[in-house]
């Protein structure tokens, strides 16, 4: 689930690459046109961010689903609403969140950062996942991103790396991608 989206973008990824029973809007329950943050989008086409609307629909996935993954938009400090944040609603909501970010200079003051808001906002933070959304080395991924540090900067565990991928409609790679990451922290046996 995808709660709230502006432009296109994932819930049509999603649609594209798996095979779900879910109708776009199950997927996403409120759709913006603009490119740009939910309150500004939103505005622009004279509507408002309708919280409840997208409570729904996650509370009925939740009933009909072993497994939800919910994404966020951007990262916790994204606006939803003029006062809300998805940190805000991800503690508000007690949904177990999993912060991914990416593999680059400045990456351990982001990690400490989003942490620092999780707690703030009593999200149920599980662990952190690195991610490299483009071509990285090892020592660029070691440098930039010491597990050692941020998990002792953060008491957070890190979850794993995941490498630049070229192809992400790869299923058999993103499932073995998936499986080097430790999902056991997450209560998810690896299959």
Not at 81 to 103: F, K, M, N, R, Y
Not at 106 to 118: D, F, K, R, T, Y
Request: proline letters at 8%; hydrophobic letters at 45%.
């Amino acid at each position: 689930m995808k709660p709230i989206q502006s432009a296109e973008g994932d819930r049509e990824w999603y649609q594209k690459l798996f095979s779900l029973d879910q109708s776009p809007e199950e997927i996403t329950p409120l759709y913006f046109q603009a490119p740009l943050a939910p309150p500004l989008a939103a505005a622009r086409e004279n509507r408002t961010v309708d919280l409840a609307v997208v409570w729904q629909a996650l509370t009925a996935l939740r009933n009909r689903r072993d497994f939800l993954l919910v994404e966020a938009l951007g990262g916790l400090g994204s606006p939803v609403t003029e006062e809300l944040t998805v940190a805000h609603l991800a503690g508000t909501w007690c949904l177990p969140t999993v912060l991914v970010v990416p593999v680059k200079l400045g990456a351990i003051s982001q990690a400490v950062a989003n942490v620092a808001l999780a707690r703030q906002t009593q999200v149920p933070l599980l662990g952190i996942i690195l991610n490299c959304v483009q071509p990285r080395t090892d020592a660029e991924i070691a440098d930039w991103t010491p597990v050692d540090l941020i998990q002792s900067l953060t008491n957070i565990p890190v979850l794993g790396c995941l490498p630049y991928l070229d192809n992400l409609a790869d299923l058999d790679k993103l499932a073995k991608v998936a499986s080097d990451l430790d999902l056991e922290r997450l209560g998810i046996a690896p299959n």
